[in-house]
């Protein structure tokens, strides 16, 4: 598994890049193909971070919505 710094997964922000990809519990996803993720948006949440935190304060729903996604890599 690669491991990606915050700064790299930053660009990952669907706006400077086109991959959209979300840190959660260290675990790197990829949204990318995701409708509800379309130019690195959900909701008042941005890709390219960590958003651990805000899934288990703010989101209606748990981290199962990351289950049909892949995990390419780990955030260091
Ligand atoms: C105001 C906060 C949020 C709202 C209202 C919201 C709402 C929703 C809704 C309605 C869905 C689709 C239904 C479902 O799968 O349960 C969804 C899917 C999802 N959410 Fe959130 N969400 C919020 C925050 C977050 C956060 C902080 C994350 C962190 C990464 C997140 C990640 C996801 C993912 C990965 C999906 C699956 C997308 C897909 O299947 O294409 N959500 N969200």
Same mark, same amino acid.
């Given at each position: 598994?690669? $491991?990606? #710094? *915050?700064?790299?997964?930053?660009? %990952?922000?669907?706006?400077?890049?086109?991959?959209?990809?979300?840190?959660? +519990?260290?675990?790197?996803?990829?949204? $990318?193909? #995701? *409708?509800?993720?379309?130019?690195? %948006?959900?909701?008042?949440?941005?890709?390219?971070?960590?958003?651990?935190? +805000?899934?288990?304060?703010?989101?209606?729903?748990?981290?199962?919505?990351?289950?049909?996604?892949?995990?390419?890599?780990?955030?260091?």
């Amino acid at each position: 598994m690669k $491991t990606y #710094s *915050r700064q790299q997964l930053a660009l %990952r922000n669907g706006q400077d890049r086109p991959e959209v990809w979300v840190a959660f +519990e260290g675990r790197i996803y990829d949204l $990318t193909s #995701s *409708r509800m993720w379309a130019k690195g %948006r959900h909701y008042e949440h941005w890709a390219g971070q960590d958003l651990t935190r +805000e899934l288990k304060k703010e989101a209606p729903h748990l981290e199962e919505v990351f289950r049909k996604f892949e995990q390419i890599g780990t955030l260091l």
